[in-house]
């Protein structure tokens, strides 16, 4: 044995190779697989890296974990970026993370912004393509996995507020590889079957990116924006954007809000048309006392007194007649519109301004009462003759039979 | 599509095409009274659409492309 040589302890010799690792791999990235991922209760997380033929024992201290958006998980292929450490109680040699990356990650975005604007540019999310969606929908499809969440979260919604409304589920898958093809049938099957369908929603609960990556699909996106029938895209949570949600005619944040807003509360709707049938009810009477009040200011303003008295029965009858009909509103329409058009004729026949206006006069004596056939009627009576324009006073000179 | 046929929605619309003509009460008494008429039996129609209808909930079935539709979930 050299004397030159020092005789270190084990703590000196994991020390100084900490030291000199440290300083050579300060700032590394490398790729791998994660596998035996486990958090402590402390929040630092530990797992092994591996690759086909090696691997690497890693620390993501909670500090740095709290900083991602996301937590890792097994299986999934990384990129690290940290230092090469070794922990000297143990003399294991390790990897500091800092900061994770989901390798393959940035070449999806890449592929999903390159689709997006190759959508975009043939006209598939423009505004003038956006179906309108109704305001009253009497059936829904509800493409959707059978056993997820939403279906369950949009039947609740639908019960609560629009008991009334007709839902058709069209099961789905939602993820993995058979997703495209079973959304796009269920979008063509509800469209190509035979009742009517209000609005279709395109459902799925939450989950990573990779789980919501079919409804980027460009066979899926295309399939929804040809849709007769309006789409509504429900995805993932609020923050999730897929590119359905661009194609599609609306984008609700959660299944349940697409269920809200195809579903205007019931009661509210009952109310509605309460209002409606008395405005409708209302704007009938007040035309036909308008034309009423028009008849009645033409006879008054031709001072005559006593021919009023033959309206004073048909005015009464016509007040009775819009008070009846004030409460006719759940009784027989057709009724009314036959009493009104005899009133009406009657008023019409009744009314003396027409005859006079077609030349004939009106008789009556000093008193005002008009002088019929059978009326007293004798040589030397003084009687008005009234035509439609002016009275002439006159003296009876002889009365005889015809 | 006959009278019964017409959707909720439809019937809605109508409704308020119908106010619309009765409001600027412009068309002749026999018009008017043809849209009061008409009114009275749109909401009428719709209260008893919405008091009829009870929740269904069916499922959409493609059995080798022959679609049908199930009660229930």
């Known amino acids: 044995m050299n004397n030159d040589q020092t005789i270190l302890s084990v703590s000196q010799l994991n020390n100084q190779a900490k030291f000199l690792l440290e300083k050579k791999f300060s700032h590394v990235w490398v790729e791998g697989e994660i596998i035996s991922l486990h958090q402590y209760r402390s929040g630092h997380i530990y797992f092994t890296l591996k690759d086909s033929t090696g691997e690497i024992s890693s620390v993501l201290f909670s500090h740095d974990a709290q900083k991602l958006p996301y937590i890792p998980e097994n299986g999934q292929k990384v990129t690290l970026f940290g230092s090469v450490s070794l922990y000297s109680p143990r003399g294991q040699f390790q990897f500091k993370v800092k900061n994770i990356h989901l390798s393959g990650r940035g070449d999806l975005w890449e592929a999903y912004e390159r689709l997006k604007r190759k959508l975009e540019s043939e006209g598939l999310f423009d505004a003038s393509q956006k179906k309108k969606i109704p305001s009253y929908p009497q059936k829904i499809g509800v493409v959707t996995s059978v056993d997820g969440s939403v279906i369950r979260d949009i039947i609740h919604v639908m019960n609560r507020r629009s008991p009334h409304i007709h839902i058709m589920l069209r099961a789905s898958m939602v993820q993995g590889e058979t997703a495209v093809e079973s959304l796009i049938a269920g979008i063509e099957d509800i469209n190509s079957q035979s009742s009517k369908v209000d609005a279709i929603i395109i459902g799925r609960g939450g989950g990573s990116m990779e789980d919501l990556w079919c409804f980027n699909d460009e066979r899926l996106v295309r399939a929804v924006a040809n849709s007769n029938i309006p789409i509504i895209s429900a995805v993932g949570h609020e923050t999730d954007f897929t590119l359905i949600d661009f194609a599609a005619d609306m984008r609700a944040p959660t299944p349940s809000a697409a269920a809200e807003f195809l579903s205007p509360v019931r009661d509210d709707l009952f109310q509605f048309l309460d209002e409606q049938e008395e405005r409708v009810l209302g704007l009938i009477q007040s035309y036909i006392l308008k034309k009423y009040q028009f008849i009645g200011m033409a006879v008054i303003s031709y001072g005559f007194h006593k021919p009023e008295l033959f309206f004073s029965q048909q005015k009464e009858k016509f007040n009775n007649f819009t008070t009846a009909l004030v409460n006719s509103a759940q009784s027989s329409v057709g009724k009314f519109k036959q009493k009104l058009e005899i009133e009406l004729q009657k008023l019409n026949i009744l009314n003396p301004m027409g005859v006079l206006n077609r030349g004939y006069a009106l008789v009556y004596d000093d008193s005002g009462t008009a002088i019929q056939e059978n009326s007293p009627l004798n040589k030397g009576d003084s009687i008005n003759i009234c035509f439609s324009n002016r009275i002439a006073n006159t003296t009876v000179n002889k009365v005889k039979k015809k | ?73």
């Open chain 2, 1 to 73: 599509m006959s009278k019964k046929e017409i959707s909720f929605e439809a019937s809605m619309s109508a409704l308020e095409v119908v106010i619309g003509k009765l409001e600027s009460g412009s068309t002749s008494l026999d018009e008017m009274v043809q849209l009061y008429e008409e009114g009275i039996r749109l909401t009428h129609a719709c209260k008893s659409k919405l008091a009829k209808a009870e929740m269904r909930i069916t499922t959409l079935v493609n059995d080798k492309n022959e679609l049908k539709e199930v009660p229930g979930i």
